[in-house]
């Protein structure tokens, strides 16, 4: 059994997935299988998150195509969200707290959500189209 499945199966066991499909429906998309046990929730309109995609349990929710996102030229992304896929395989509904806590620590180190947050750290920053920022100006003073 490879990772895939194991974590589309803890992602359906620890209700992750169930909260993104009801997400996905809730918002009108449309739900296509993705590769590696990924379902692709394509067509999402609400205006938060501002992201082109998101992902919550084994569903991952994107504004464009589920094509669009398939499409070859995208493989980091796709990887990079599958990624996220995993981390709510192994924190179930704890992910939510802890990411959310790792954006607040990385926007009080360098003003973006991202950069210094572990999740996307692991994920692959670049991947998900995040750019390293570099600590507030106070705090590379204190680090000098």
């Known amino acids: 059994m490879g990772w895939a499945t194991i974590r589309t199966a803890l ?5 992750t997935t169930l909260v993104g499909l009801g997400l996905a429906v809730l918002c009108g998309t449309r739900i296509r299988r993705g590769p590696g046990g990924i379902l ?24 464009r195509t589920a094509d669009w996102l398939l499409h070859e030229s995208r493989a980091g992304l796709l990887a990079h969200e599958s990624r ?7 924190f179930g509904p704890l992910f939510w707290p802890v990411y959310w806590a790792c ?20 994920a692959g920053l670049a991947l998900g189209g995040y750019r390293e920022a570099p600590l507030r100006p106070g705090l590379r003073r204190l680090k000098r």
Do not use: L
């Open 40 to 63: 692709i929730a394509e067509g999402y309109r609400r205006k938060m998150p501002p992201a082109t995609c998101f992902t919550v349990g084994s569903v991952i929710i994107t504004r």
């Open 11 to 15: 992602t359906a066991v620890n209700g």
């Open 84 to 90: 996220h896929a995993g981390q709510y395989a192994v």
């Open 103 to 122: 954006c607040g620590y990385s926007w009080a180190m360098t003003g973006t959500a991202g950069t210094r947050n572990a999740f996307e750290r692991h």
